[in-house]
């Protein structure tokens, strides 16, 4: 069975620097693309990025370039969303999710991040 | 990038309805447009892809149709635990991904 594990809640001040995780299991890892989803509180889905694992190709969506780092460890079968300095407005929740044929079939439940000074 | 344009952001329905749902597309996508359902709380769940195959284990009374530029995604007869936001997705094997802006279905 295909499953993905998300770290869990996190809160943080603005300005500190946040990574959250997505263990993956029931498949080859490195053989699929996991990609990043946003969800703002009481907002739609927003993707953000993509990564592959198998050669650490990542592509981002030009609304997120810049502002996250995707990264992906093959010997644990995880992959990383990471702030170097969070914002207020980056408070929300944050999904990963399977790529595969253009599809996102297995998600994860979602890490929510709080940042609040 | 091509957008999708998902119409209407709300929509209330009576069980036994039958509910409809479009997406746009700037350009041309062929059939590369999938659909999901996320009920409160919860993370999506695919319902249809590449615009009218039903995803397996997902109940008969979800559909999609069209290709190009208009597709329609439609709940045959409306029940009540089909109370979820629901969203169009656009692939494109050169990414990005791109979801629709989403609609909420409300019971009367």
């Known amino acids: 069975e295909v499953q993905l594990v998300q770290s869990g809640a996190e809160v943080r001040k603005p300005g500190e620097s946040l990574r959250i995780s997505c263990k993956a299991s029931g498949y080859s890892f490195a053989t699929y693309w996991i990609g990043w989803v946003r969800q703002m509180p009481g907002k739609g889905l927003e993707w953000m990025g993509i990564i592959y694992p198998g050669d650490s190709n990542v592509r981002y969506s030009p609304s997120f370039q810049g502002q996250v780092t995707i990264s992906a460890d093959k010997s644990s079968n995880t992959a990383y969303l990471q702030w170097s300095s969070l914002k207020a407005s980056d408070t929300a929740m944050y999904y990963c999710a399977r790529r595969y044929s253009g599809t996102y079939g297995a998600w994860g439940q979602g890490t929510l991040v709080t940042v609040s000074s | 990038d091509i957008q999708v344009t998902q119409s209407p952001s709300s929509l209330s329905a009576s069980i036994g309805d039958r509910v409809t749902i479009t997406c746009q597309a700037s350009h041309d996508i062929s059939d590369f447009l999938n659909w999901y359902q996320q009920k409160p709380g919860q993370a999506p769940k695919l319902l249809i892809f590449?615009?009218?195959n039903l995803q397996p284990g997902v109940p008969s009374r979800f559909s999609g149709s069209g290709s190009g530029t208009h597709f329609t995604f439609t709940i045959g007869s409306l029940q009540p635990e089909d109370v979820a936001t629901y969203y169009c997705q656009h692939y494109h094997n050169l990414l990005p991904d791109t979801f629709g802006q989403g609609t909420r279905l409300h019971i009367e």
């Open positions: 590449d615009a009218s």
